[in-house]
């Protein structure tokens, strides 16, 4: 069964991540270092864990797996995840892929040595409508595609004949 992880710390897309994740049914964590306000849902849990820098990176990607959606803009978590089988969405809509996570972790390691440095000063762009727009089609094709990934869900067989007990073709008990 497909599972939707945000990691909620400084998350611009909450409201749009439950409206996908529900239009799918999908259960949905949300996963912070502290409470915070959250979009009511049947969907949504809230995952509290403890301080520490990467406390909610560790918690999702101890739990993640193949057929999984996380949503970051954390790009050390991204390739955890994307390791790990999962597929990643950044909140302006970026997808991080296997091909890619490479050079998104080179970039960002790139960046802070020229941050240290003091040679860029400024932070990323700013998050537009734009961003949030190409968020929810990525969050749409992307749950869709997690979900003809994900592993089937445990219990027994639904095709008759299948189960242990059951006689071949009828799926019913064996007479007797």
Request: charged share 25%; aromatic share 4%.
């Amino acid at each position: 069964m497909t599972v939707l992880y945000v990691d909620a710390d400084a998350c611009p897309v909450k409201d749009e991540a439950v409206r996908v994740g529900e239009r799918h049914k999908v259960p949905i964590h949300f996963v912070s270092n502290s409470w915070m306000r959250l979009p009511e849902s049947e969907f949504v849990t809230r995952v509290i864990v403890s301080d520490g820098p990467d406390a909610a990176d560790d918690w999702i990607a101890e739990r993640v797996g193949r057929g999984d959606v996380v949503v970051t803009a954390d790009v050390p978590l991204a390739a955890r995840c994307v390791k790990a089988g999962a597929l990643v969405v950044g909140p302006t809509g970026k997808p991080f892929r296997e091909d890619g996570i490479g050079m998104a972790l080179a970039m960002r390691d790139l960046k802070t040595r020229l941050r240290e440095a003091g040679a860029i000063r400024e932070g990323g762009p700013a998050f537009t409508r734009a961003d949030r727009s190409k968020f929810l089609g990525t969050l749409e094709t992307t749950l869709r595609a997690a979900r003809r990934q994900a592993p089937p869900a445990p219990g027994p067989s639904t095709n008759p004949g299948t189960n242990p007990g059951t006689n071949p073709g009828t799926g019913k008990p064996p007479e007797g």
